[in-house]
């Protein structure tokens, strides 16, 4: 039997401090339950309620691309300055020290090569593997006005049903092939059927004309994908414009590990992201760091 002898009775219960019942800090996610917003939170840092999400995902359909020859050599180094990591399970398995400790966004959609119909993707991770590896979210790639659009919105909703049961968040990743404009109005259609079929955040392209009625017609968080290698100033003033205009972050790959800098980009990147720096302040930081 216990002993209750020594006991004490409780005295104060703050009756009239009302608990508190504080919102989500990322939008449009305030319904779900703890698991997902606690994944959510190792994904978005809650202070500024941004990311720097770091992509090394493409040899899921591109091989080792440039920069991602040796991800154990070229970004490893770089790997404590992000947020989270977006990459495949074969590289989270054979590549990254498991005392990683942040978000990790594991592609869970693929099949087709370059050589072949990028659109015609399937799911390709069972969740069981994505609860394992303790992921934070899952990927899905959508081909809106792809030729398997609907395909793959199918392994988006899918995804989204499978992550809802175990707490897993569902990134949808906004593809757009080389015949599609990425123009406002296309990122907007794109970005809006990814959160009303349940992506729990979406990841789309910068577009230089209406982004914010991008970001602002999707009810939930936007991470902007990097696109193709830029000069870093131009790739900086990017980062500062999507922020600007309603990112909640960034999920760059190649104007990063492509970078002649990876470690002074990802920092000038973060100080844009999280502390709002200039882009011009953020180039000087670049530059003096590249030195030292
Ligand atoms: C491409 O499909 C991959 O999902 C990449 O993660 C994505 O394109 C972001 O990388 P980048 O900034 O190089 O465009």
């Given amino acids: 039997m216990a002993d209750t002898d020594s006991v004490k009775e409780a005295k104060n219960f703050y009756h009239d401090i009302p608990q508190k019942n504080e919102a989500f800090f990322l939008k449009g996610l305030n319904s779900y339950d703890f698991g997902m917003k606690n994944r959510m939170s190792k994904i978005f ?22 920069g991602l020859e040796r991800i154990d050599i070229n970004i490893l180094p770089i790997i404590p300055y992000t947020d989270t990591l977006m990459l495949t399970r074969g590289i989270l398995r054979s590549v990254i020290p498991p005392t990683y400790s942040n978000g990790i966004v594991m592609r869970a959609s693929g099949g087709p090569s370059i050589l072949k119909e990028l659109s015609n993707e399937q799911i390709a991770v069972d969740i069981e593997d994505a609860i394992r590896m303790n992921v934070a979210a899952m990927a899905v790639q959508v081909f809106i006005g792809g030729e398997y659009e609907s395909q793959s919105i199918h392994n988006l909703t899918r995804l989204v049903d499978a992550g809802i049961r175990y707490g897993i968040p569902t990134l949808a990743v906004t593809a757009v092939g080389k015949e599609l404009n990425k123009d406002a109005r296309y990122l907007r259609l794109a970005c809006r059927i990814c959160a009303e079929l349940g992506a729990t955040y979406v990841k789309t392209y ?3 004309e209406g982004f914010e009625t991008v970001t602002s017609s999707c009810p939930v968080p936007i991470v902007m994908a990097g696109g193709k290698k830029l000069p870093e100033k131009d790739a900086l003033i990017m980062t500062y ?4 205009q309603g990112a909640a972050g960034v999920d760059m790959g190649r104007n990063i590990f492509q970078s002649d800098y990876p470690i002074a980009m990802i920092s000038a990147v973060r100080e844009i992201v999280h502390n709002g720096m200039k882009p011009d302040k953020a180039l000087d930081l670049y530059n003096s760091l590249k030195k030292a």
């Fill in 45 to 66: 840092n809650p202070k500024s309620g941004h990311t720097v999400m770091l992509a090394i995902d493409h040899g899921y359909f591109q091989g080792p691309t440039t």
């Fill in 241 to 244: 414009n999507a922020i600007d």
């Fill in 206 to 208: 910068y577009c230089t």
